[in-house]
C-alpha cells in the first residue's frame, strides 16, 4: 500500500483544513485508516482513524474539533480540521492498518510521507 497525504499548509488560529490521503495497493476497504501527527521535539500521536467500516475514532482531545471520514470508492480518507490553534502544529501523518489497534503507531503497517500544518497565532 502506497500513501500520499496532501492539503497541509499555512492557517490562522480559527481556520480549517482539510487534509487527504490516497491511498493505491491492496484492498483499501480492509484497511484501518488512521492519522497521526507529530510536533517538533514531541512524540508522534494519534489524531483520528477509520475503519473499512466507517466506524470512527478520535483522540479525547480532538473530538468535535477534527472530524475523520472515508470514501472507499475513490481510496482516499480525509482529515476535516476546524478551530485550529497553534498547538495543532505538527507534520500530519496517514497510515494503514490491517489490525484495529487504532491509537498505537506501531500497528501501522504503511505510512504516508507526512503533510506539515501550521497554524499561526
Known amino acids: 500500500v502506497q500513501l500520499q497525504a496532501s492539503g497541509g499548509g499555512l492557517v490562522q488560529a480559527g481556520g480549517s483544513l482539510r487534509l487527504s490521503c490516497a491511498a493505491s495497493g491492496r484492498a483499501f476497504s480492509r484497511l484501518l485508516m488512521g492519522w497521526f501527527r507529530q510536533a517538533p521535539g514531541k512524540e508522534r500521536e494519534s489524531v483520528a482513524a477509520?475503519?473499512?467500516?466507517?466506524?470512527?475514532y478520535y483522540a479525547d482531545s480532538l473530538k468535535g474539533q477534527f472530524t475523520i471520514s472515508r470514501d472507499n470508492a475513490m481510496n482516499t480518507v480525509h482529515l476535516q480540521m476546524n478551530s485550529l490553534k497553534p498547538e495543532d502544529t505538527a507534520l500530519y501523518y496517514c497510515a494503514a492498518a490491517s489490525g484495529s489497534r487504532w491509537w498505537d503507531a506501531r500497528g501501522y503497517d504503511y505510512w504516508g510521507q507526512g503533510t506539515q500544518v501550521t497554524v499561526s497565532s
Open positions: 477509520i475503519s473499512g467500516s466507517g466506524i470512527k
